[in-house]
């Protein structure tokens, strides 16, 4: 699984910068983000399975409208992550349920798998009907103290700059340590479907 995350590019970090003669002023929550990893959005269904025909396509799903909601309190920061999945079957005939894996991971620093979990969704496809629709949810945590920079971070990145110093035009970020550190300390919720090696590199080349 973490060579299907290694298709995730970095996340950006969520820093803003205010200038004028006022401190350099950073917002940056603690709270993961949440995405849809890279190739995994999406899941196609081949009837028979090895075929790669578009006229051997069965059913294909895709995963849209993620959402996460973050608790910060505690030691740990909660992410709960919801989606939803939209399907379409070539073949309205009879009734049909089909249910397809999942997996949530929280990633640090864009290619540290912390830790990964799996689920299904359950698509029932109505007599006649072509389309069908599932929910899929899952919950994260991230270790509070991992996810917050340092108080030298904090005060190397916040600190009054006045015109004239030597480093006022310059940008925190451009500092290796400092931009080290935001990357260390960035986390994020990642979903997507359950590929085997064939599904995943079908999405690459399609």
Same mark, same amino acid.
Not at 142 to 171: C, Q, W
């Given at each position: 699984?973490?060579?299907?995350?290694?298709?995730?590019?970095?996340? %950006?970090? =969520?820093?803003?910068?205010?200038?004028?003669?006022?401190?350099? #002023?950073?917002? #940056? *929550?603690?709270?993961?983000?949440?995405?849809?990893?890279?190739?995994?959005?999406?899941?196609?269904?081949?009837?028979?399975?090895?075929?790669?025909?578009?006229?051997?396509?069965?059913?294909?799903?895709?995963?849209?409208?993620?959402?996460?909601?973050? *608790? !910060?309190?505690? +030691?740990?920061? *909660?992410?709960?992550?919801?989606?939803?999945?939209?399907? /379409?079957?070539?073949?309205?005939?009879?009734?049909? /349920?089909?249910?397809?894996?999942?997996?949530?991971?929280?990633?640090?620093?864009?290619?540290?798998?912390?830790?990964?979990?799996?689920?299904?969704?359950?698509?029932?496809?109505?007599?006649?009907?072509? $389309?069908?629709?599932?929910?899929?949810?899952?919950?994260?945590?991230?270790?509070?103290?991992?996810?917050?920079? +340092? %108080? !030298?971070?904090? !005060? #190397?990145?916040?600190?009054?700059?006045?015109?004239?110093?030597?480093?006022?035009?310059?940008?925190?970020? *451009?500092?290796? !340590? @400092?931009?080290?550190?935001? $990357? =260390? +300390?960035?986390?994020?919720?990642? @979903?997507?479907?359950?590929?085997?090696?064939?599904?995943?590199?079908?999405?690459?080349?399609?």
């Amino acid at each position: 699984m973490l060579r299907q995350l290694g298709f995730t590019i970095l996340a %950006a970090t =969520a820093l803003t910068a205010c200038g004028g003669g006022d401190p350099l #002023r950073v917002t #940056r *929550s603690a709270c993961p983000a949440v995405a849809i990893v890279q190739h995994t959005g999406d899941v196609t269904l081949f009837s028979p399975p090895a075929s790669r025909d578009a006229s051997a396509i069965d059913v294909v799903a895709t995963m849209t409208n993620v959402r996460g909601a973050c *608790s !910060e309190t505690g +030691s740990h920061i *909660s992410t709960g992550a919801t989606f939803t999945v939209l399907a /379409q079957r070539t073949n309205a005939a009879g009734a049909r /349920q089909v249910t397809l894996p999942y997996f949530v991971a929280v990633v640090q620093a864009g290619d540290k798998l912390v830790t990964k979990q799996t689920g299904t969704v359950t698509l029932n496809f109505p007599e006649g009907q072509v $389309r069908a629709q599932g929910q899929g949810s899952a919950n994260a945590q991230v270790d509070r103290a991992a996810a917050t920079l +340092s %108080a !030298e971070m904090r !005060e #190397r990145i916040t600190r009054k700059r006045k015109p004239g110093d030597a480093d006022a035009a310059v940008d925190p970020l *451009s500092d290796p !340590e @400092v931009r080290d550190a935001v $990357r =260390a +300390s960035t986390f994020e919720v990642l @979903v997507g479907f359950q590929l085997d090696e064939a599904g995943l590199a079908y999405n690459v080349t399609k």
